[in-house]
């Protein structure tokens, strides 16, 4: 089997609380997923994926090809964004069964791939396209990719730019779908590629009134002594599952946890900072050129953690909410 494995998934079943009808392929699910080939074309150019980024996604990292990462809280944060979104209420469990069974079907390729899935709210019902299709009816893909780019844990150099916004407007303006994980990514990349005409490897974007929120790809979590502190997510960042992963680590460890409204002063003040994406912790080492220390053995032991002591770290962040709750 090769190292890269798509699928559609079977909407019908993976969304099945508003009545949505079978695909056409439906006989042809497994697990709620329609496998195809990964080099041909999946997606109408009507869909408002492709026309408006209009949906919402989740990564997951798998470790030696078969240990997803999170994958209880990546769940968790897609029920929370197809909430957020308005979206139909997905099936947790039927999601949960296709993530298992695209990692059943992974064979070759490196030994940490990435498992995507991507949800969008389907074709635009103002084009004639759309209309020939149930209203409403959101569109699923997934895919495990082996032959990309893998996760590395050097440190990377960071700058801060401005997001254009005070660290009240996302309880002014819940619209704006700040916190949610959408498909809507243009910003993001537009500041990474900012971070390297900087030349630094990565941007962390700060409010206009000095407080820290995320990275394009990454949440931000710095350490002070014993205590770990991130940035609250009610000022618009998104909850990051790895940034529960490293909370959940330090408590194991005697640590402290806190989420603040915290400045990008403060920020620069700190011993050690890190950025957590994707199932990994990967350290600091400058940030508008301050320098901050590197922790090659926390590093080492939290991502060792995170990826194989799952049973003791469910134990610890079982009991975690989110902070807005």
């Not at 962390?204 to 929120?213: A, I, S």
């Not at 002063?265 to 320098?291: C, F, H, M, N």
Request: hydrophobic share 40%; with cysteine.
């Amino acid at each position: 089997m090769p190292a890269i494995q798509l699928a559609r998934g079977e909407v019908s079943e993976l969304f099945p609380y508003d009545g949505f009808p079978a695909s056409e392929e439906a006989y042809l699910a497994v697990n709620h997923l329609i496998f195809v080939d990964p080099d041909s074309y999946q997606s109408r150019v009507f869909d408002r994926a492709v026309m408006r980024g209009d949906g919402f996604f989740e990564a997951i990292s798998i470790i030696d090809g078969k240990i997803p990462v999170s994958l209880d809280l990546h769940l968790q944060r897609l029920a929370a964004s197809s909430a957020g979104l308005d979206m139909p209420k997905p099936d947790i469990d039927a999601f949960r069964d296709a993530c298992w069974e695209l990692i059943r079907h992974y064979d070759g390729g490196h030994d940490d791939p990435m498992l995507r899935i991507l949800v969008s709210r389907g074709a635009d019902p103002g084009t004639g396209v759309g209309r020939r299709h149930h209203p409403g009816m959101p569109s699923v893909w997934m895919y495990l990719d082996g032959e990309g780019d893998r996760h590395e844990t050097i440190p990377v150099r960071m700058v801060s730019l401005s997001a254009g916004r005070d660290s009240e407007i996302a309880a002014k303006a819940p619209w704006l779908m700040l916190g949610n994980k959408t498909l809507s990514y243009v910003v993001n990349m537009a500041g990474e590629r900012e971070a390297h005409r900087r030349g630094v490897d990565d941007a962390l974007f700060v409010t206009t009134d000095g407080y820290v929120l995320e990275s394009p790809h990454a949440s931000i979590v710095a350490r002070y002594g014993n205590e770990l502190v991130t940035p609250d997510p009610v000022i618009g960042t998104l909850f990051g599952t790895t940034q529960r992963e490293l909370f959940a680590y330090g408590r194991r460890q005697g640590m402290t946890t806190r989420y603040e409204k915290l400045s990008i002063a403060r920020l620069k003040e700190a011993d050690e900072v890190y950025q957590t994406r994707g199932g990994w912790i990967i350290p600091v080492s400058e940030l508008d050129g301050v320098a901050f220390h590197v922790n090659t053995k926390f590093v080492e032991d939290s991502n060792h953690a995170l990826h194989y002591e799952q049973d003791q770290q469910k134990k610890e962040w079982a009991n975690d909410v989110y902070p807005q709750e």
